[in-house]
C-alpha cells in the first residue's frame, strides 16, 4: 500500500490543502454574508463574527489557492487555538464532550500546512 500511495503524496497533500480551505472558506462565508446559511443569531458579538469571517474567508481563500499559504496557515491556526479556547475548552476537557474537535483538526491542519508550505497546484509555486 506505501509503495502505491506514495506515488500520490504531492496530489494527495495539494487535495488536503485546497479542501480544508475551500471548507474554512465556507465558514468565513457564513460568518460575513450568511451563505450558505447564516449563523444563529447572537452566537458571537458583532465584531468579533467580522474578524472571525474575514480570517477564515481571506484565510481559506489564500490557503485553497496557495498564495501566501505559510503565512495565511499560520494565522488561520492560531485563530482555531484561540476559537478552541474560547468557544470549547474551558467547558470540559475533552474535545468530544465541549463539541471542539473540528476546531482542533483546523489548528493542527494549518499549522501542518504552515510547517510544509504551499505544495504543487499552488500560485506560490511549490515543487513536489
Given at each position: ?17 485546497i ?6 472558506m ?103
Open positions: 500500500m506505501a509503495a502505491f500511495m506514495g506515488k500520490f503524496q504531492a496530489e494527495i497533500y495539494a487535495a488536503l490543502r479542501i480544508a480551505g475551500l471548507l474554512f465556507a465558514h468565513g462565508l457564513q460568518k460575513i454574508v450568511g451563505w450558505p446559511v447564516a449563523i444563529p443569531e447572537g452566537m458571537m458579538p458583532e465584531p468579533l463574527r467580522w474578524s472571525a469571517g474575514l480570517i477564515e474567508l481571506l484565510g481559506g481563500a489564500a490557503i485553497a489557492v496557495g498564495f501566501q499559504t505559510r503565512w495565511a496557515a499560520f494565522l488561520c491556526s492560531g485563530m482555531m487555538a484561540v476559537a478552541y479556547w474560547m468557544a470549547h475548552g474551558l467547558k470540559h476537557w475533552a474535545p468530544l464532550v465541549n463539541q471542539g474537535e473540528l476546531a482542533v483538526l483546523y489548528c493542527f491542519v494549518f499549522l501542518y500546512i504552515a510547517a510544509k508550505g504551499p505544495g504543487i497546484w499552488s500560485i506560490d509555486g511549490g515543487s513536489r
